[in-house]
């Protein structure tokens, strides 16, 4: 209860949230007093219909764009430092992004440099961003980055292998177009890959120790939406209502609580292995757990109520060995299955992985303090 006695600041864009925002954009560009933007998406989002929606609703008022598609999944700081490029060449004064991470992103860093100038990676760690970027809007395509409602941004510094987190309520976007028709586009395995991803950003958000009254309550209602949610919408392409919600309403609690191991662990994967975001937490999301439960033990009983555990009369470690079973039980019948070896990951590289984790800003509100031994150990297994 001391955290509810705590000043607290929540911060988040403007949200619209329903079918049809996307085509939105183009009268928010014009409000915004935008003429010309750069539409930053990836290939396989291009290939989709709502970037040509998105172009569409831009130009029915009137405002320019031009499209800068240059980015992979893990977008490198090179990638970035082209769009600002793109930007300035095409004298944009905005940005929109349709995608999922990456793009968005890739987005909030090509704004971080136009405004500040310097290199993206000069950005890395909290409240290093002066200025705010250019007005950004943001659709999301998938349901579980949240990026469009956060105040993270995650770069792959490429020469080192390491991803960096920047943070700064600077780079909130402007406006957060959420159209959750748009999930349908999403194979099985990278719904379930982002579902468990927004499961993750729940339950470190809630366990965080710079949780709130106001962060626990979507925490908690996202951790509730995934888990009867989940397989209705892997079967169910035009039924992702609910995931693409939880996407939201667990962005809006790790943006302002922040985050932990798990994400600190997949940070790591994918800066230096390049392995999917989303994928590391769920493969990660487990292991975590059952380390860290002791740290927060309350906190974690109130979380496997929330997954339909019952816990009335167990001891923690009975409820601790309950939840670590159902996540692991969640993911494998999603389609995660197998571990961290599967993927190509050794353990020689493990003390890297762990180095480079234990650096990452979201351990320090990981409930339990970690050590890189820990880390590594976590890893291991995982593996």
Request: with cysteine.
């Amino acid at each position: 209860m001391e955290r509810y006695d705590e000043l607290r600041r929540f911060v988040m864009p403007e949200v619209v949230f329903g079918p049809g925002a996307v085509d939105l954009v183009g009268s928010c560009a014009a409000n915004l007093g935008l003429n010309r933007v750069l539409l930053v998406t990836d290939p396989g989002v291009l290939s989709t219909d709502w970037v040509r929606r998105a172009w569409e609703s831009l130009d029915r008022e009137g405002v320019e764009w031009r499209i800068f598609s240059g980015i992979t999944s893990n977008p490198r700081s090179a990638q970035i430092m082209k769009g600002v490029d793109s930007y300035i060449e095409g004298e944009c004064d905005g940005l929109v992004a349709v995608g999922g991470g990456s793009p968005m992103d890739s987005a909030k860093g090509i704004g971080i440099v136009v405004s500040n100038g310097g290199h993206i990676l000069d950005f890395k760690g909290i409240d290093k961003v002066a200025v705010p970027m250019p007005p950004l809007i943001c659709i999301p395509t998938t349901g579980g980055s949240s990026a469009d409602v956060s105040q993270f941004a995650i770069v792959n510094d490429e020469n080192r292998g390491v991803k960096v987190a920047i943070i700064s309520k600077a780079i909130i976007p402007d406006m957060a177009l959420v159209d959750y028709h748009t999930l349908s586009t999403m194979d099985r395995y990278l719904t379930a890959c982002t579902a468990l991803d927004a499961l993750t950003h729940a339950f470190e958000a809630y366990v965080s120790t710079g949780s709130s009254a106001i962060s626990d309550l979507y925490a908690l209602s996202a951790v509730e939406l995934i888990s009867q949610s989940l397989f209705k919408a892997l079967e169910d392409d035009s039924d992702r209502r609910e995931i693409m919600m939880a996407s939201l309403e667990a962005g809006l609690a790790f943006s302002n609580a922040s985050l932990g191991a798990v994400h600190a662990m997949a940070h790591a994967l994918g800066g230096y292995l390049d392995l999917p975001h989303g994928e590391c937490n769920a493969l990660l999301l487990s292991t975590v757990v059952d380390r860290n439960f002791h740290g927060a033990p309350s906190r974690y009983r109130e979380l496997a109520r929330r997954i339909s555990i019952p816990v009335d009369g167990l001891s923690d470690d009975e409820v601790r060995v309950r939840l670590v079973k159902a996540i692991n039980d969640l993911r494998e019948s999603s389609g995660i299955s197998g571990g961290l070896r599967a993927r190509g990951v050794t353990e020689d590289q493990i003390p890297l992985l762990a180095s480079n984790a234990f650096d990452d800003p979201c351990m320090v509100t990981n409930p339990v303090r970690l050590e890189r031994e820990d880390l590594e150990d976590l890893y291991v297994r995982a593996l």
